[in-house]
């Protein structure tokens, strides 16, 4: 599927975002997302949040150096953040933006490639005294992402915001083969943690597949239980709360919206802004 890539260079707010996570023991954000409960009155709209991993930016794989997954060649850059997940947890749901508890479970949707809901990431950088909190999207990238009509629509999706680097011409990059690298760049204990039993069951049910146990350790990166459990999910980020505490007496606040892949020269839509790299920066009071 052609799609074009980003025309943009990096973010502005890129450079010291991702020098403060380099200076984090373990990077960690926390993910918000709105969970959609059917009832007798209507959908109802509940918050969730939790703790999870950044894995890097899209696109920018640091590989670890047990990894012996296929990697993709060095082609894009993006500004879009990754985490990992089991495609059976409550978020899945939540990511794809769909209803809960009603007649539809969504479950054939969820086994594929999708997704697009809104999302908060928030990354509490202690050592700066700094809070990022990011506003966008998420989308679920699964095994037929390459060749489902959803896996395409994410691809496109993704693309718009991806860097192609120069003197990248003829060679290929696969969503597919990011998957496994992202897979391959965990333990082989976490890999073994997509062959437990079901998340957020009662662990007095009996699990009907002998195949799914706690503890086991999953080398084979092309592990068919696993990796259909395993996920990769892409934030695309289009606001930006940034709040510096260094100072008590004058903390800082800028606020950054995305305006877009555009040719010609955007004005500033607020009091004191500029626009750089796609993105309009403005000053707020804290």
Same mark, same amino acid.
């Given at each position: 599927?052609?799609?074009?890539?980003?025309?943009?260079?990096?973010?502005?707010?890129?450079?010291?975002?991702?020098?403060?996570?380099?200076?984090?023991?373990?990077?960690?954000?926390?993910?918000?997302?709105?969970?959609?409960?059917?009832?007798?009155?209507?959908?109802?709209?509940?918050?969730?949040?939790?703790?999870?991993?950044?894995?890097?930016?899209?696109?920018?794989?640091?590989?670890?150096?047990?990894?012996?997954?296929?990697?993709?060649?060095?082609?894009?850059?993006?500004?879009?953040?990754?985490?990992?997940?089991?495609?059976?947890?409550?978020?899945?749901?939540?990511?794809?933006?769909?209803?809960?508890?009603?007649?539809?479970?969504?479950?054939?949707?969820?086994?594929?490639?999708?997704?697009?809901?809104?999302?908060?990431?928030?990354?509490?950088?202690?050592?700066?005294?700094?809070?990022?909190?990011?506003?966008?999207?998420?989308?679920?990238?699964?095994?037929?992402? #390459?060749?489902?009509?959803?896996?395409?629509?994410?691809?496109?999706?993704?693309?718009?915001?991806?860097?192609?680097?120069?003197?990248?011409?003829?060679?290929?990059?696969?969503?597919?083969?990011?998957?496994?690298?992202?897979?391959?760049?965990?333990?082989?204990?976490?890999?073994?943690?997509?062959?437990?039993?079901?998340?957020?069951?009662?662990?007095?049910?009996?699990?009907?597949?002998?195949?799914?146990?706690?503890?086991?350790?999953?080398? #084979?990166?092309? #592990?068919?239980?696993?990796?259909?459990?395993?996920?990769?999910?892409?934030?695309?980020?289009?606001?930006?709360?940034?709040? #510096?505490?260094?100072?008590?007496?004058?903390?800082?606040?800028?606020?950054?919206?995305?305006?877009?892949?555009?040719?010609?020269?955007?004005?500033?839509?607020?009091?004191?802004?500029?626009?750089?790299?796609?993105?309009?920066?403005?000053?707020?009071?804290?």
């Amino acid at each position: 599927m052609a799609t074009a890539s980003s025309t943009l260079g990096p973010a502005p707010w890129r450079k010291a975002f991702q020098e403060q996570i380099k200076g984090m023991s373990s990077p960690e954000f926390t993910l918000g997302t709105i969970r959609k409960i059917a009832s007798e009155n209507g959908t109802v709209y509940s918050p969730r949040a939790r703790t999870c991993a950044f894995r890097g930016f899209f696109a920018e794989l640091d590989a670890h150096p047990d990894n012996t997954a296929e990697l993709n060649p060095d082609l894009y850059e993006s500004d879009l953040f990754t985490f990992t997940t089991d495609r059976r947890m409550d978020k899945a749901a939540e990511l794809f933006g769909v209803e809960t508890g009603g007649k539809d479970d969504h479950e054939e949707m969820l086994k594929g490639s999708g997704g697009g809901a809104p999302v908060e990431a928030v990354f509490w950088v202690k050592e700066k005294a700094t809070q990022w909190r990011f506003k966008g999207r998420a989308y679920v990238l699964a095994p037929d992402v #390459d060749v489902s009509e959803e896996g395409k629509r994410v691809i496109a999706a993704l693309k718009e915001r991806m860097r192609r680097k120069s003197g990248s011409e003829g060679k290929e990059w696969s969503f597919s083969r990011e998957i496994t690298a992202h897979f391959g760049n965990t333990s082989p204990i976490m890999r073994g943690s997509f062959r437990n039993p079901p998340p957020g069951v009662p662990v007095a049910v009996p699990v009907d597949d002998e195949r799914l146990k706690v503890g086991q350790e999953v080398t #084979d990166l092309n #592990d068919e239980v696993a990796r259909s459990n395993f996920r990769v999910v892409v934030i695309v980020p289009d606001e930006l709360d940034c709040v #510096d505490l260094n100072d008590p007496a004058r903390t800082l606040r800028w606020v950054y919206m995305f305006v877009g892949n555009k040719t010609e020269p955007t004005e500033p839509t607020m009091p004191g802004g500029v626009v750089e790299g796609g993105w309009e920066m403005v000053e707020v009071w804290p």
